[in-house]
């Protein structure tokens, strides 16, 4: 098996900064935890490019297989996170690619 990479990205419904420290200090609490989450990165864009499409943040959680990711989706550590992006954004996209 390969591992498999989730991207999700969000466009936040106010105050961009704010609700993007606090999605990732809720990230960084819960989804660590997770057996199977080989790495997880988050944060706002840095590009110059100006590209986003209008999305303020993204996460992106590595899987060491598409069990793994299918594990996290239902797991109580990804619950919070779930949440809070389901309650604080405008838009999401998710994206799971398998290496």
Do not use: C, K, N
Not at 20 to 39: K, N
Request: charged share 25%; glycine share 8%.
């Amino acid at each position: 098996m390969s591992g498999t990479t989730h991207v999700v990205l969000v466009a936040w419904d106010d105050d961009a900064a704010d609700r993007s420290a606090q999605a990732d200090a809720i990230v960084r609490e819960h989804l660590p935890r997770i057996d199977g989450v080989e790495s997880v990165r988050s944060g706002d864009s840095i590009s110059t490019e100006g590209l986003e499409g209008g999305f303020d943040w993204m996460l992106v959680v590595r899987f060491r297989d598409r069990a793994a990711l299918a594990g996290y989706l239902p797991h109580e550590e990804h619950q919070p996170v779930a949440a809070y992006i389901q309650g604080a954004s405008e838009r999401v996209v998710v994206f799971d690619v398998e290496d």
